[in-house]
């Protein structure tokens, strides 16, 4: 299947500080990405579908100026959290679509970054 | 609206036994349904998927899942477990409709002992 890949797979930060965490197709090009959260024990929040060129789209109770989302590239998505917090402190997941697959498109997940905001 | 219902949050089964995982989905329009695996420390991997086409649907692993439409079930069977099946499995439902956001049930610990 494809592959996608996440960078870094675990980072510590200071509260307050940025952190930019990156998305990648290997062996595809993506126009859409989505961005999950997931937190211990539970199930996976979407958070925000990336479009590549344009401005992602963000769900509900998602702040867009936390959470920043820039799709530049066919195959590079990034999520930024900004200012974190030790609440933003989670599991973080990354998709992408294959367009080269028939019919419904899957999913394709990265391998996720873990987020310690101390 | 669309939903996933997995009614075991925890599953125990003995290494060579039959495995069941359960999912109940809610849809308005003819959903796509998938079950994903999540091993510790790594990403989900899909096993298999539906796609309105055999309702019977075979997956990687030995790992198959029956759509039945008259009851919105869609589980997940497979004959005999393997100590490396333990893992986390999330029932997901789409729909073209949705944009293919992925709705995903709240998952299901697989514990197989020996």
């Known amino acids: 299947g494809a592959v996608v890949s996440q960078h870094p797979s675990r980072v510590i930060c200071k509260s307050g500080t940025s952190v930019k965490i990156e998305c990648r197709s290997l062996d595809f090009q993506a126009t859409t990405m989505f961005w999950y959260r997931q937190f211990p024990k539970k199930s996976l929040m979407l958070m925000a579908t990336s479009n590549e060129g344009s401005k992602a789209t963000y769900e509900q109770g998602v702040e867009k100026d936390k959470f920043l989302i820039n799709h530049a590239s066919l195959t590079l998505s990034t999520l930024t959290v900004t200012s974190a917090h030790p609440e933003d402190s989670s599991f973080y997941i990354c998709s992408a679509r294959d367009p080269r697959q028939g019919g419904v498109e899957t999913q394709y997940f990265g391998p996720g970054t873990r987020l310690l905001v101390l | 609206a669309q939903s996933v219902t997995q009614l075991d949050s925890h599953v125990s089964v003995s290494e060579g036994t039959p495995v069941l995982l359960r999912c109940n989905y809610s849809?308005?329009?003819?959903?796509?349904l998938f079950w994903y695996v999540q091993h510790p420390n790594k990403g989900l991997q899909l096993l298999l998927k539906y796609t309105s086409a055999a309702t019977l649907v075979k997956g990687i692993n030995g790992f198959e899942a029956e759509f039945k439409k008259s009851e919105t079930s869609f589980h997940l069977t497979k004959p005999s477990a393997h100590m490396s099946d333990a893992a986390e499995y999330f029932c997901?439902?789409?729909?073209?409709?949705?944009?293919?956001?992925?709705?995903f049930g709240t998952g299901t610990q697989l514990k197989v002992e020996l």
């Open positions: 849809s308005s329009y003819s959903p796509s």
């Open positions: 997901v439902v789409s729909f073209t409709g949705g944009g293919n956001k992925l709705t």
